[in-house]
């Protein structure tokens, strides 16, 4: 009977803390505030959903005190490029708990231009449920074209660019803040410049935002980040460039061109920015990496047939060959490949050997088997730390909803923000603290025109992180990447503290869906 009245006391707790009727003060911190200032020493307290003041506190009535002394409080984590779009809709994932850890309070999905094409019903679900998380949504090119006029290698007719302008507008009019393209990608990538342009233009009429996976990272970097610029400024639209990197050491140092021309197209009054995640390695599909996507086109049947085909066979086979030679088969491991789970955490180098077979066998293997995703360490030290130091430069994870298993994904979904705060500012220096942590709060919040939070302030959503400086870091590893950062005391999520003295509450879903609405 006292256990019964136990389980219904902390059910109700649960319960009764979303939405919260309580206050806390978070006294002698050093406070950062998102905006890139240094930091200074003082309190927040957070009352209902809201910071109801920063800086000295007073005495409060009935405020559930905690100690900062020591401990750095900021504005809670915006990571404008997450691939958490499904991952929210789980029944555990709703918890986003390796984002929670890192300190992160609000994640956009619709990245790459994959996601929910009809926002409006893919909120209601996030509504319905309940998230740990805010989110925030993107109209999805790909996954819009791929509705309209499925995997076709051509452009669109008259009549589908309407239909394609059509959805785009109502996934504005639902709430996303923008447009986003996944241009490596079927069928994004069979999409030419006017295209796009055409799609931004109905964007720009909302006031959003242009966010590109551009269409080469690699040999073509720079004439990519032009075609983003061209489309976002024909659309009228903020221009973002996601996920920024020189990939395949053919192209590194191109990071200093890329820097180039993105200030000077700021100069010239184009809002262009970009985001980062601070690690050497990418992460996407194998055949993303490895096959050309003039072969990806049609069904997956029409792809499969194409592998065997005696005149294109060959050529993907030659194409797969050229990318894995020299280094190229040991920079590629396999993260997921549900067909051989032996497989996962290893490159594509050592299976070879393993099986006695060349690296391109393995990878046509894989592709005839339903594809795998990959970790591929194409990126210099050199080049992410350019990119790094830019203050147009958010941090943003590329990650997305994990759940503790048997794969091998890549970290930056459990790591992101303590790597970037962690390592790179406070252990290495590389960026100064107050920048690392603007990188991932004010800045984000400034990119998607978010009103009310991103820094802290008064009568701003209290979405505000607590961590230990010298205990916070991110422990997942490319080797064992399943690891929940460390260090972060505190995480509230629009007042409600999902992280509570170090521990991580999982049945508080206070998260928000956070509509754009409009200019
Ligand atoms: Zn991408």
Redo the contacts with the bound molecule.
């Keep these: 009977m006292i256990r019964l009245v136990a389980l219904l006391l902390s059910a109700s707790f649960a319960i009764a803390a979303d939405p919260p009727k309580t206050s806390y003060v978070i006294r002698g911190a050093t406070l950062h505030d998102g905006s890139g200032k240094a930091g200074h020493k003082g309190d927040v307290h957070i009352r209902g959903d809201r910071m109801a003041a920063v800086g000295a506190v007073g005495k409060v009535a009935d405020a559930t005190e905690i100690d900062g002394t020591g401990l750095v409080v900021c504005p809670g984590f915006i990571d404008l490029h997450t691939h958490c779009d499904s991952g929210l809709l789980g029944k555990v994932g709703r918890a986003n708990k390796n984002y929670i850890t890192q300190g992160c309070t609000t994640v956009v999905t619709g990245?790459?231009g994959s996601g929910p094409v009809d926002a409006g019903a893919y909120f209601k679900k996030l509504e319905a449920g309940g998230i740990a998380t805010n989110e925030i949504h993107l109209a999805t090119h790909n996954s819009i074209r791929e509705q309209v006029m499925g995997n076709a290698n051509r452009a669109p007719t008259a009549e589908e660019l309407a239909k394609m302008e059509g959805l785009v507008d109502q996934a504005m009019k639902d709430g996303t803040f923008g447009l986003s393209t996944?241009l490596i990608y079927t069928p994004g990538t069979y999409a030419k410049t006017d295209e796009i342009a055409a799609l931004a233009k109905v964007v720009g009429r909302h006031g959003g935002l242009y966010a590109s996976?551009i269409r080469d990272e690699s040999a073509g970097l720079l004439t990519a980040i032009e075609e983003a610029v061209k489309i976002g400024t024909e659309g009228s639209c903020r221009v973002h460039v996601?996920?920024i990197k020189a990939s395949g050491k053919s192209s590194w140092g191109t990071s200093v061109g890329a820097v180039e021309l993105i200030e000077a197209a700021r100069k010239k009054g184009t809002e262009v920015t970009a985001d980062q995640y601070p690690y050497i390695a990418s992460s996407t599909s194998l055949g993303a990496t490895v096959v050309p996507t003039r072969y990806r086109a049609g069904t997956k049947k029409e792809y499969l047939a194409r592998l065997n085909d005696p005149t294109a066979g060959p050529k993907i086979r030659a194409a797969v060959e050229a990318t894995l030679k020299g280094e190229g088969a040991k920079r590629i491991r396999i993260a997921r490949y549900a067909k051989n789970p032996m497989w996962q955490g290893k490159d594509l180098a050592a299976i070879a050997e393993r099986e006695k077979k060349s690296p391109t066998d393995i990878a046509l293997e894989i592709e005839r088997n339903g594809g795998a995703q990959v970790v591929n360490f194409g990126m210099s030290e050199d080049d992410v730390r350019v990119y790094m130091k830019r203050p147009w430069v958010a941090t943003a994870s590329?990650g997305g909803v994990q759940t503790p298993g048997d794969t091998v994904p890549h970290p930056r979904s459990y790591g992101t923000f303590p790597r970037k705060i962690g390592k790179y500012a406070i252990e290495d220096g590389l960026v100064t603290l107050e920048a690392a942590i603007r990188s991932s709060s004010g800045l984000p919040a400034d990119i998607l025109k978010l009103t009310h939070r991103g820094y802290l302030k008064p009568d701003y959503f209290a979405d505000v992180v607590v961590f230990d400086p010298k205990t916070y870091r991110d422990t997942a590893t490319f080797e064992k990447p399943h690891q929940y950062a460390a260090g972060v005391k505190w995480v509230f999520v629009n007042g409600v503290p999902v992280v509570a003295d170090g521990k991580h509450q999982p049945t508080r879903l206070p998260g928000k869906v956070l509509r754009w609405k409009g200019k």
Excluded: P
């Design positions: 990245n790459c996944g996976h996601s996920h590329d």
